[in-house]
């Protein structure tokens, strides 16, 4: 639960309870304290309360009107002194819990948090031997409380100061130590992803500086290994292309005409046979057999190497790819956008987007039980978009690329592009993504 939190909540939270403790231990000790401290200030008063009824008692004795001389000692207390006369007619005097004032600005709960304790004390005052009364020491806490409620807001501002001050020094001190963590992080992402080229900033405390440098020596590092591997790719590629074209020559050199010879001499014993041995039939047969292997030699050639890319343009090669597939594959509802700026590319990038849409259609037809499949090629930018849909059985669990696709995601890689699969609503996608120059204009012909 702890490790899900982010750095600035690990951080703050623990400096955020500490406040809040210290706060709730000053409260504690506050009304730990306040009651002996309380007790304390106000004794004094207790013990002056004994002093001043024995001398007020000897006064009355010696007095010959004791009654007046009380009238005028009860006269000259102050309203306000803690000290006041209770006559015995007046009943019982109020304690000082039951007669104290709320000092004006400190909150009932403050005061009812506080245990004031019980400081009322009483003497006797006595006419005669006869008790007429009762001096009383009730105290007034007002200011007492005033005073502790202002220790307690002071305490509490200076907390909350404290609080503001460390939670804002941890903040910055946080941006600073994330800021080079997450860049750490982003550019290992980039990494992840392929992009090799944007260095990681090298900033923040050392030992993250040496982890943002080893990162980017690590990236120069795959960089070249990727650099080595496209250009291993590119070679394995431009080797497999020299053996299809090789291999296509020697069909079309070597097996071409002697197709064509047998063709043109079973013409010819058709021709010369007489008409009663009727060997035309036979003859006729062997024509059809021989017309059957040379459109397979031309799909064979076709497939090994598609000579007309170079004569005619790879989107006239390709759209006689999809004729062919229409002839193949009437069933299959073909569409296509293929954009006609692909004349102006050639080498292996249009041998590449030539074989990425042979191969996909050879998918469609084979396995994938289709009704409808479209082709697109495109440009956007500076990259060749080709994708090819279908709404068959989409690829096989387990098997998503097979030999066809994972050649041509070698040539892909070799030309640093992407080449993914799809499923989407019931539809498979094949699309690849080739870097290229920005498509030229035809040139305008009169």
Request: net charge negative.
């Amino acid at each position: 639960m702890w490790q899900r939190f982010s750095f600035r909540t690990q951080l703050f939270l623990p400096l955020g309870l500490s406040f809040l403790a210290a706060l709730i231990m000053g409260g504690v000790l506050l009304q730990t304290f306040a009651t002996g401290q309380l007790a304390d200030e106000n004794e004094p008063g207790r013990r002056s309360i004994q002093t001043i009824a024995a001398a007020l008692n000897n006064t009355l004795r010696t007095s010959n009107n004791p009654r007046q001389t009380l009238d005028a000692f009860v006269h000259s207390l102050d309203t306000s002194s803690d000290i006041q006369f209770r006559a015995v007619e007046t009943g019982p005097a109020s304690s000082a819990r039951g007669g104290l004032r709320k000092p004006h600005g400190v909150p009932q709960w403050f005061v009812d948090l506080l245990t004031i304790p019980d400081m009322d004390a009483a003497a006797p005052v006595t006419i005669g031997g006869q008790r007429v009364g009762d001096l009383v020491f009730l105290p007034d806490l007002s200011a007492d409380l005033f005073e502790k409620w202002i220790g307690f807001l002071a305490l509490t501002i200076l907390v909350a100061v404290l609080m503001v001050l460390t939670g804002t020094i941890a903040y910055v001190f946080a941006g600073s130590a994330l800021r080079p963590l997450q860049d750490l992080g982003e550019g290992l992402t980039r990494m992840r992803r392929g992009d090799y080229a944007t260095p990681i900033p090298v900033r923040g405390p050392p030992e993250i500086r040496q982890s943002c440098e080893e990162a980017n020596a690590l990236a120069e590092t795959l960089a070249q290994l990727s650099q080595d591997n496209r250009d291993l790719l590119h070679r394995l590629v431009s080797l497999q292309d020299d053996e299809r074209r090789d291999l296509a020559r020697e069909l079309h050199d070597e097996l071409g005409p002697l197709l064509f010879s047998i063709r043109a001499g079973t013409i010819a014993l058709a021709d010369a046979s007489p008409p009663a041995g009727n060997p035309g039939s036979s003859a006729q047969d062997v024509l059809q057999s021989v017309e059957a292997l040379q459109q397979t030699n031309r799909r064979i050639l076709d497939r090994l190497r598609p000579l007309y890319i170079e004569e005619l343009g790879l989107e006239t090669t390709v759209q006689t790819l999809l004729r062919n597939f229409r002839k193949q594959a009437p069933s299959i509802d073909l569409t296509d956008t293929i954009d006609p700026d692909l004349n102006a590319i050639g080498g292996p990038l249009a041998q590449t987007v030539y074989r990425v849409i042979q191969e996909a259609l050879t998918n469609v037809l084979r396995h994938a039980g289709a009704s409808n499949a479209h082709v697109q090629a495109t440009f956007a930018g500076e990259t060749v978009v080709i994708e090819i849909s279908d709404d068959g059985g989409g690829f096989p669990e387990g098997n998503v690329f097979g030999r066809g696709l994972t050649g041509m995601h070698e040539r892909v890689r070799a030309l640093s592009g992407s080449l993914s699969l799809l499923r989407v609503d019931d539809r498979t996608y094949v699309r690849c993504r080739l870097p290229a120059e920005p498509a030229r204009e035809a040139p305008v012909t009169g």
